[in-house]
């Protein structure tokens, strides 16, 4: 067979090894993120508010587009959106038992991808990155890069938060059922639990109007994209740190993620 024609196959099958454009789905956990739980508190006479907490890894997933045109470097965009669920409840205190009244907490948060169940801290995070390939090796292209990021994270359902909120009427109606000498204990006890009813709703409420909080950061990352020549499918796999980035008091961030996935790549 002619030389030139082995050297020009052999340059056609590296060139399709690389993809000009993509984009794929990715799972993405948040590594060493931890969340600090918080015993019964109060936030209304007789009404208490806690919230237990998780540790290690939060799950997510992604999105991520990416452009190998350029020369000398690439450029990728991602959306990830990770999230670690704790229990929350209100706490009414029963005067007939002496005892308190549990009630769990379920959350739906708007704008998330989310319904209504036990309450979930998420973050998301848009990642804009510019990356420069280590080799240049057919099928397999690893590179090291970094970039800008944008963090949108959820408030964690804390004393504080709920507390904020809660109507002045319903606290002086709480007191109200507590002073008031003519009710039992049974229909003071019937009473206050329908306040804590009322006071989950007042949060559910809230929690909906709260939206994310927003910050901005960056991060570093290395990866690699690995792609067979001709058949328009790619993999890849990063791992990101992150710098920067506000977070509330009870996260502790772990500042990293992996990302594992596939894609359509021409």
Known sequence: MNLKALVAAGALL???SFAIVGVGFHYAPGLGTSMKS?????????IELS?????????????????????IVD????????FGSYDASL??????NDTKTEIPMEIELGGTPFGKANPKFVAMTLDFS???PITFLPIIRPYIGGGLSVHMNSFVLNQEFASSFVEESTLDEVAEIV????????AKSEALNKKGQDMKKQIQDKAVKEGLEKSVGGHILIGARAKLPVIPIAAYANFKYYIGGDYPEEIDAGNMTAELGIGFAL
């Open 14 to 16: 590296a060139t399709q």
């Open 38 to 46: 918080a015993e019964p508190a109060s936030i209304a006479n007789k």
């Open 51 to 71: 919230h237990e907490g998780f540790d290690g890894v939060m799950q997510g997933f992604g999105f991520k587009a990416w452009v190998d045109l350029l020369p």
């Open 75 to 82: 450029i990728e965009a991602t959306m990830n959106i990770q």
């Open 91 to 96: 706490w009414v205190e029963d005067p007939l």
């Open 130 to 132: 510019v990356t420069y």
């Open 179 to 186: 002073l008031d000498q003519t009710m039992d204990d049974k």
